[in-house]
């Protein structure tokens, strides 16, 4: 091994030779400033393009690697070619114990993030014109009947973001050993989804049990059965029993 040294002043050098028996050098590699994110894809219940009622996929995982010296951009640009939406429609989030943690912004460093961070990408419509005709296209149909506005007093429509959680009701054994208490927890994968201004507090909830329904277990009940249930239920003037979810 060969060390020269220099001098400043006069600029003369000398050059002095080492005997080695081992030598550890750094080896180029292109996965040593790599970083591997899993991103969740939280779609529309439905999608309506080209005029056909397409029910989407509940969840849908990806793996994407990306430099880490590189921003949440870089992550948005490697999505845009598998995501079958385009980004504009898509909002990035990071959840942290059946919460929304954070929104990721375009120009968040990497270095923030986490490889095991829980990663949503949700897809959402961003006008309020497109909001709605969603909803009236697969609200239910009672909502249209009752909804009767005039556009001329009707306010300018805007857009809100709504974030959704899913609590219970669970019983906890106080400090005394004896006595029992009920208290709400968080749990499941929470979601987000848009919302028009103009909207009611029925039609908000009948859009919140359209995005919620996949994590709904379906009735195992017999459809015949069910329909006869329903019919007898008419003809004896009795309301049928349902049991709506709470979310």
Not at 165 to 192: I, N, Y
């Amino acid at each position: 091994l060969r060390s020269q040294l220099t001098c400043c002043k006069c600029g003369s050098s000398s050059s002095t030779f080492e005997p080695f028996r081992s030598l550890s050098v750094p080896i180029p590699s292109n996965h040593v400033d790599r970083a591997s994110l899993r991103v969740v894809f939280f779609p529309l219940p439905f999608s309506g393009s080209r005029g056909e009622d397409q029910e989407r996929q509940q969840l849908t995982r990806f793996s994407v690697t990306v430099p880490k010296s590189s921003t949440v951009q870089r992550v948005e640009k490697a999505l845009s070619t598998r995501l079958p939406v385009p980004m504009s429609s898509v909002l990035l989030a990071e959840v942290y114990r059946s919460r929304i943690h954070r929104y990721l912004d375009p120009n968040l460093q990497l270095s923030d993030i986490r490889a095991e961070d829980q990663l949503f990408a949700f897809e959402i419509l961003q006008t309020a014109p497109d909001l709605v005709a969603y909803q009236e296209r697969y609200a239910p149909s009672r909502q249209k009947k009752e909804r009767i506005e005039d556009p001329k007093k009707s306010p300018t429509t805007r857009v809100l973001l709504i974030q959704a959680m899913h609590r219970r009701v669970v019983d906890v054994c106080r400090s005394d050993g004896r006595t029992w208490a009920q208290r709400r927890e968080v749990f499941g994968l929470p979601f987000v989804m848009s919302a028009a201004s103009s909207w009611t507090y029925a039609t908000l909830h009948d859009m919140l049990m359209l995005h919620a329904k996949r994590f709904l277990k379906q009735s195992r009940k017999d459809p015949a059965r069910r329909a006869t249930s329903a019919a007898t239920a008419a003809a004896t003037g009795e309301a049928e029993e349902r049991q709506v979810p709470f979310v």
